[in-house]
């Protein structure tokens, strides 16, 4: 059995964020669920990967379910977190037996103690979890909260034109030592300029992903930017703006 001990409401702030992520009406069971694995606290919605740091948890794999993990506004203090890994096998489909847990987790808190029934945790989609990210520099929070301020409200929300519901990221076409930040909804267009940015190719911060970050963007401090490496550059004209 691993035993987590973490304050209280860093725990409500890291589950907040993870629960800005996690699908509100899910048709896949295990996205309604946070993995637990090598410090980290992880979360998706297959369009969006967020990953937080915990102590304690480096040797552990788990899945729980979000809304099992729900602490009270008031709770203070430390909250302590038991996971017992002992899989169980059932049937899920069919008669066909299957690993249908891993174990059970024990949550305390507030003078509560609640009992949680573990997912499968290689049912979590982890498919870019180990691929390689390439900085490509560093923005200030305060300014990259203002460039999604501005340009934000001009993002479109039309699944059918889906490649313009978020912001193009692209290497500004006068200034070689900035970058553009464009949005539009087919009637208004915000563009603004950003601090240079090795990005190569365009890119497009997704609407998701945008809502998040005005939510949980810290307000000072600064924020690094990756792009998986993989990634290719494209001709510009493959961009619809």
Request: some cysteine; charged content about 15%; overall charge neutral.
């Amino acid at each position: 059995m691993t035993t987590l001990q973490i304050a209280t409401k860093d725990l409500s702030h890291m589950l907040a964020m993870h629960g800005a992520i996690v699908p509100k009406r899910c048709t896949v069971p295990i996205l309604s669920h946070v993995l637990l694995d090598g410090g980290r606290i992880v979360s998706t919605d297959l369009d969006i990967r967020l990953a937080t740091a915990v102590n304690g948890a480096n040797d552990l794999r788990a899945t729980l379910p979000l809304h099992a993990l729900a602490i009270p506004k008031s709770a203070n203090g430390t909250t302590e977190l038991a996971v017992d890994l002992k899989p169980t096998t059932g049937c899920r489909n069919g008669s066909i037996p299957e690993l249908v847990s891993d174990g059970t987790a024990t949550l305390a808190v507030a003078g509560v103690t609640r009992r949680i029934v573990l997912g499968v945790a290689n049912d979590f989609p982890m498919a870019a979890a180990d691929k390689a990210f390439d900085s490509v520099g560093t923005i200030g929070a305060a300014d990259l909260r203002s460039l999604l301020e501005f340009t934000a409200p001009a993002m479109s929300t039309n699944a059918v034109r889906y490649y313009l519901n978020g912001i193009l990221v692209a290497p500004h076409p006068i200034d070689d030592k900035a970058t553009a930040w464009v949005a539009t909804d087919g009637h208004r267009m915000h563009i603004a300029t950003g601090p240079t940015l090795a990005i190569g190719a365009n890119c497009i911060l997704p609407f998701p992903a945008v809502k998040w970050l005005l939510k949980f963007l810290p307000k000072a401090g600064a924020v690094e930017i990756s792009r998986e490496s993989h990634v290719k550059s494209g001709p510009i004209g493959a961009i619809p703006f």
